[in-house]
């Protein structure tokens, strides 16, 4: 059984420009995740998706931060502008239903370099 | 909110020793608790999850326990290897992960 995908692995742009981070699940889980991980730090959770369906984006910066799950599958998320601070490696997780009690795994990562 | 806290921040041990690495928790509703293990430069990878109505899980060389009215969970590894270099993170769900910071694990051959 694949795991979470995610694309790219690597990305190093300038400050101000755009980027943008796939993921794509587990086959079968309808909650994904995507978390923010600073070095040295636990990764925080910035965005849970049910299905198509953003429940919980509290902690995503909507100034900048935009994400979607089109068809309730694969997802996007994008920054625009980058800052310096938002080096960090961006994680996505997927689990197979809604709720808390479910297990949660993790895709590689893609790891951000603003210069 | 809660706070996830992990000791000692890193850890380092001769081969065959057995690791004790800690966790703990400032809100008991929690649904369950996973502890994962990362390399550098990866993700993560799940080890163990422990359902709230558990008191511990075991798989392999790992063992984890889970005292929900005091806030703490321990993961033993029995028998270090070199292999078992990395970061362990344990992150408490109370309907989201929350994690600690991790414990740096280097086990000296």
């Known amino acids: 059984e694949a795991g979470v995908v995610q694309s790219p692995r690597y990305k190093i742009i300038e400050k101000k420009q755009p980027v943008a981070f796939w993921c794509n699940p587990i086959?079968?889980?309808?909650?994904l995740y995507w978390y923010l991980q600073n070095l040295g730090q636990g990764p925080e959770l910035l965005i849970r998706y049910e299905n198509e369906e953003a429940v919980d984006d509290s902690q995503l910066p909507k100034d900048r931060f935009s994400a979607e799950r089109l068809k309730g599958v694969d997802s996007t998320l994008k920054i625009q502008p980058a800052e310096l601070g938002d080096s960090a490696v961006y994680l996505c997780?997927?689990?197979?239903?809604?709720?808390?009690?479910?297990?949660?795994?993790f895709g590689p990562g893609t790891r951000l370099t603003v210069l | 909110k809660q706070e996830v806290t992990q000791i000692p921040a890193a850890l380092s041990v001769p081969e065959g020793e057995n690791l004790v690495l800690n966790c703990s928790f400032t809100d008991s509703a929690i649904y369950n608790l996973q502890w994962f293990r990362q390399d550098p430069g990866k993700g993560l990878t799940s080890l163990l999850l422990?359902?709230?109505?558990?008191r511990e899980q075991t798989s392999g060389r790992l063992n984890a326990s889970l005292d929900k009215s005091s806030g703490r969970s321990t993961l033993y590894i029995a028998a270090s290897q070199p292999g078992d270099s990395a970061t362990y993170l344990c992150a408490v769900n109370d309907y989201k992960l929350s994690f600690g910071a991790g414990t740096t694990v280097t086990v000296r051959a």
């Open positions: 422990i359902q709230s109505s558990q």
């Open positions: 997780a997927s689990s197979l239903e809604p709720g808390g009690d479910n297990e949660q795994f």
């Open positions: 086959s079968g889980h309808n909650t």
